[in-house]
């Protein structure tokens, strides 16, 4: 016997029904022109994570078959360290003021008590961005084109060829009638800066006479010519290449990037709670004025422009900035962008009132939601993905920064030098001082 139960009405499926009932929904506004825009998808990068649970909260009622009646405080909610109540909407859904979240919030430690988190509605994350800096921010490009046993084979090549060259010198001076200009007695510090200046391309000011130092000073021009040209493409290459060596907080903290986050309620509520010591160092270090305030929350525009100008990492919800970023960047500054997570929890996630009787249906409703693809229509709608490089890197004029290492060597060199001068002329009056009271004591015969 076949008994059919389509037309019997479940309480399952009856439950579904709230007949109109009125849920309250507290929505968190952060801008006051969010209102004029809840509904057109105009200003989306201005409190998205709003537009989009509201958008889910409605779709939420229509499938309930009830009403909403909305309530607009300007903060997620904090806990108040005296009386241990919550602010904002947290506030509302504690204080029996509002059913639903109706915006999707983090969970930490310290909520978990006083709400019942449900589903994961928005998958977006703030973090810190920024462009790739010049790989000379971080790294002595004169140092890369070789890496370390090619600079020891160069160096150990330099000072063997010096040492041959002394030799042969020396046996040639000694048992031969070559001579090399006025130089009576070699010495091994004039042969390696003569090869040391063979290998800088500024030539052998020993002209070689014999066959064997003819043949020694050929073969390293030859070498050394190579090394050379090998040298100078791999520096004009290293100069326009950025670098990939911020990926860590710890890295961002160590570089000389500036630091900045988009001025919310909930950026300024972590960076100055923070209590891990490398995420406190960089609030107290790069974000943190003189006078303990922080000055470095600024407007979302103001962020993204800066990190178009480079050197700067700015903390912002990643969907929004990227739709600022894909409106206002060129094409070739759309590259080498990078991300660096700061606040350590999961995506945000949709709730209600503590032990609520719509709980298990407003849960059931919004896996329905994202079953269904109208969570993901929202999202695509709201939020911009990751601008893609198509422009390739344009080419970056040199600047003092790329040359520092050499002119910082330079000015060593020439104090160096400058000392040893003055060492010398020290020295030889010193020398010319003895030599007179010596002639004057009658120690020297005419």
């Known amino acids: 016997m076949i008994v059919n139960l389509q037309h019997i009405k479940h309480s399952s499926v009856r439950r579904q029904n709230l007949k109109h009932f009125k849920l309250r929904a507290s929505v968190v506004i952060t801008h006051n022109e969010t209102l004029n825009h809840l509904e057109d998808y ?7 994570i709003t537009k989009k649970n509201y958008f889910l909260t409605k779709y939420l009622a229509e499938d309930l078959n009830a ?5 607009y405080v300007n903060s997620w909610g904090y806990r108040n360290p005296k009386s241990g109540k919550f602010s904002g909407m947290i506030g509302e859904l504690q204080n029996d003021l509002a059913d639903l979240g109706g915006t999707a919030l983090f969970l930490t430690a310290d909520r978990i008590k006083e709400i019942d988190y449900l589903s994961m509605t928005t998958p977006t994350r703030a973090k810190f961005i920024f462009r790739s800096p010049k790989l000379s921010f971080t ?13 020891v084979c160069i160096i150990s090549f330099i000072v063997l060829s010096g040492v041959l060259l002394l030799i042969i010198m020396k046996v040639e001076l000694r048992c031969t009638n070559v001579r090399y200009g006025n130089v009576i007695r070699p010495n091994l510090m004039d042969t390696v800066m003569n090869m040391f200046g063979t290998s800088c391309q500024q030539g052998s000011y020993l002209e070689p006479k014999s066959l064997p130092a003819k043949c020694l000073i050929l073969l390293s021009l030859i070498i050394l010519m190579f090394l050379y040209a090998s040298y100078s493409a791999n520096i004009v290459a290293l100069i326009q290449s950025p ?3 911020i990926r860590t907080l710890e890295d961002l903290l160590n570089s000389r990037l500036e ?7 909930y950026n300024r509520y972590y960076f100055m709670h923070e209590t891990e010591p490398v995420r406190k160092a960089i609030y107290d270090r790069k974000m943190k004025t003189r006078d303990g305030v922080g000055s470095s929350f600024i407007p979302l525009d103001k962020g993204v422009e800066r990190v178009r100008q480079g050197l700067y990492a700015f903390h912002v919800e990643l969907g929004v900035c990227y739709k600022v970023i894909s409106e206002t960047f060129q094409e070739d500054e759309k590259c080498g962008l990078q991300e660096i997570e700061y606040l350590n929890i999961i995506d945000p996630y949709y709730a209600v009132q503590k032990n609520s009787s ?10 329905r939601l994202r079953e269904f693809g109208i969570q993901d229509r929202e999202h695509s709608m709201l939020y911009t993905r990751k601008p893609a490089c198509s422009g390739g890197s344009s080419f970056i004029p040199v600047s003092i920064v790329d040359v520092w290492p050499a002119l910082t060597l330079l000015t060593w060199a020439s104090g160096f030098a400058g000392g040893l001068l003055a060492g010398e002329n020290i020295w030889a009056r010193i020398r010319a001082k ?10 020297f015969c005419g």
């Open 67 to 71: 009403t909403l009646k909305f309530s």
């Open 358 to 367: 719509f709980r298990e249906l407003v849960r059931l409703s919004l896996f």
């Open 243 to 245: 670098s990939n060596k």
């Open 259 to 265: 630091t900045g986050a988009e001025d919310t309620v």
């Open 42 to 48: 105009r200003e989306k990068h201005v409190d998205t």
């Open 434 to 443: 003895r030599n007179l009271a010596k002639v004057a004591n009658g120690d």
């Open 139 to 151: 790294d002595n490009v004169f140092l890369l084109p070789f890496s370390a046993p090619v600079w």
